[in-house]
């Protein structure tokens, strides 16, 4: 299964970005699908997931309102539509499948499969 990002990029805060993510190589609908960032120097953090069917998502408490998950299974993709970005948001961001069968998946161990990561920088 591989994992492509994309969509980063350097922006000015209060704007926005659209980070896609295109699985091939299997079953995209196995998948619960999940984004993480990690900033330099930093741990990788949960930021988003969302369950194969797109009926259920789950936020970091740091990004729910501003960001939103969302998947399309007709074209094995799931996208992160990212407003109100701070300079805080900077970070590489990486899409990642789990096969769990639970709702939500915030561990990041708990996941099988990891693009390469898409760098966002939101300067102020």
């Known amino acids: 299964v591989q994992l492509q990002a994309s969509g980063g990029g350097l922006v000015q805060a209060g704007g926005s970005l659209r980070l896609s993510c295109v699985v091939s190589g299997g079953r995209f609908f196995d998948y619960n699908m999940g984004w993480f960032r990690q900033a330099p120097g930093k741990e990788r953090l949960f930021v988003a997931t969302i369950t194969r069917g797109g009926g259920t998502t789950f936020y970091a408490d740091s990004v729910k309102g501003r960001f939103t998950i969302s998947r399309d299974n007709a074209k094995n993709t799931m996208t992160l539509q990212m407003n109100n970005l701070n300079p805080e948001d900077t970070a590489v961001y990486y899409c990642?499948?789990?096969?769990?069968?639970?709702?939500?998946?915030?561990?990041?161990?708990?996941?099988?499969?990891w693009g390469q990561g898409t760098q966002v920088t939101v300067s102020s």
């Open positions: 990642a499948a789990t096969t769990m069968a639970a709702p939500v998946v915030v561990a990041s161990k708990m996941y099988n499969y």
